[in-house]
């Protein structure tokens, strides 16, 4: 770590001197003659000591047409290919769109490459070296892993993810945030149920490669303000030697309920649990006991407790259905899927979160949803309504050390502000796409 914050520091400077050297007026570089340009590095490679080729992979190009124009056999193509299909490399194809640099000797008008660099992905690159026969070896450019703060509020008609949006630059990074956040919170805050004026914190790791940030390592505390209730979550370990981590309040107790709020992540509540609505199919008024959450077909659904498959089948009205039960109290199930996922049958143990089957529109609905409905000693109740028992405490020994733990880090989430919103041109025409989706 300290080695590539290291390298990092020397590659900025090194760009900040090149910088530097290109704002001199001549006068001055011709009087400052023992100074020397920076070498420019790239992969690890100094390119002033190469002739540099730059080209990008065209559709349907093979490593042939990579390689060919820089005076490689084809036998030695072959190897290369061979060699990079290996699965420590995994280079099976390469993919169009993708740029890649040639190198071969100064003054060399032949062009034969020397090396040629392919980047796999924003981490990793593969280096062929025909130097000397034929070597293919994946390389990774130093990764570094930053702590970085996030806040932001909840507006009217808008949810965790636009929120998100506003304040993060990279749109997957806000997927994998309130994936992250969502986790957290599963167990406490209702994310169907978010209102105008709910705010959050959040104290994460952010990775990055040459500065650039592409990926969240995780979070390692968070704070939200949901209709005026405020939830501290906080990553502990509890045991060193079995990595055993959890997320727990500011008192200590685990922030893992018995149930999940809702079987599908963001999507909306197309229905209440109500003892009388019109029935949009039937056109009849009638008791909904259970609630919709409208979400793409496809769209996974969870277990929302661990129990066992009671029923994994069909009916005319809830279509491919679930019901799980979890103990003598609890039951729950799930209409309308378009599938089961693999291996949900009666009488498998499910854990909370695992996927049992996809939205869809089976059975008697108008359009892909998830009927959820929640039984509690043999009668459907509200889950949304219910109380669940309150979560495990950590043990005694451990609570000192934690409140201690948590004491600066809490200090640090309350002194954070929340982060206004941008423009707000920008939000209104954002907003219009969430009411009116392609
Ligand atoms: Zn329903």
Not at 188 to 193: A, L, P
Not at 207 to 235: D, L, M, R, T
Not at 274 to 288: G, I, M, N, T
Not at 340 to 360: D, L, N, T
Request: glycine share 8%.
């Amino acid at each position: 770590m300290r080695i590539t914050k290291y390298i990092g520091v020397l590659l900025i400077q090194l760009i900040f001197l090149s910088c530097e050297n290109g704002n001199q007026p001549k006068t001055e570089s011709k009087k400052d003659s023992v100074y020397l340009a920076p070498p420019v590095v790239e992969f690890g490679f100094v390119l002033d000591s190469f002739q540099v080729f730059r080209d990008t992979v065209r559709p349907d190009w093979t490593m042939s047409h990579m390689f060919a124009p820089h005076s490689i056999s084809q036998w030695d193509i072959n190897r290369a290919a061979e060699k990079a299909a290996d699965s420590l490399i995994g280079l099976r194809y390469v993919k169009e769109g993708t740029p890649f640099l040639v190198l071969s000797k100064l003054g060399d008008t032949s062009r034969t490459a020397q090396y040629c660099i392919y980047p796999k992905n924003i981490v990793d690159y593969i280096v062929f070296d025909f130097t000397d026969s034929v070597h293919v070896e994946k390389r990774s450019k130093p990764n570094e892993v930053h702590e970085r703060i996030l806040s932001g509020e909840i507006i009217q008609n808008s949810n965790l993810t636009f929120a998100l949006d506003q304040q993060m630059q990279d749109l997957n990074m806000t997927g994998e945030m309130a994936e992250y956040i969502a986790g957290v919170f599963a167990w406490t805050i209702d994310f169907f149920r978010l209102h105008p004026g709910d705010e959050f914190k959040v104290i994460y790791e952010e990775k990055s490669v040459e500065g650039v940030p592409y990926a969240v390592g995780g979070i390692s505390s968070a704070w939200f303000k949901h209709q005026g209730h405020e939830f501290y979550a906080f990553e502990y370990t509890l045991d060193s030697a079995t990595n055993k981590v959890g997320f727990f309040n500011e008192e200590g107790k685990e922030m893992r309920r018995p149930f999940l709020m809702a079987p599908v992540k963001y999507s909306r509540i197309s229905s209440g649990f109500s003892s009388r609505r019109f029935h949009p199919v039937q056109r009849r008024w009638k008791a909904h006991l259970g609630t919709d959450y409208a979400a793409p077909k496809g769209t996974p659904i969870m277990a929302t407790a661990n129990g066992v498959v009671i029923k994994a089948s069909y009916s005319g009205g809830n279509g491919n259905y679930v019901k799980i039960k979890h103990d003598e109290t609890y039951s729950t199930q799930y209409l309308h899927m378009s599938g089961f996922a693999e291996g949900i049958r009666k009488g498998v143990f499910v854990k909370q979160g695992q996927v049992i089957g996809y939205v869809g529109s089976t059975g008697l609905a108008t359009g892909p949803h998830v009927c959820y409905r929640f039984w509690k000693n043999g009668k459907q109740i509200n889950h949304r309504a219910e109380k669940f028992p309150s979560s495990v405490p950590m043990v005694d020994s451990l609570l000192p050390d934690y409140l201690e733990y948590i004491k600066p880090i809490k200090a640090k989430i309350d002194d954070m502000p929340i982060t206004p919103y941008l423009q707000q041109e920008m939000l209104d025409t954002d907003l219009n796409e969430i009411k009116n989706p392609a």
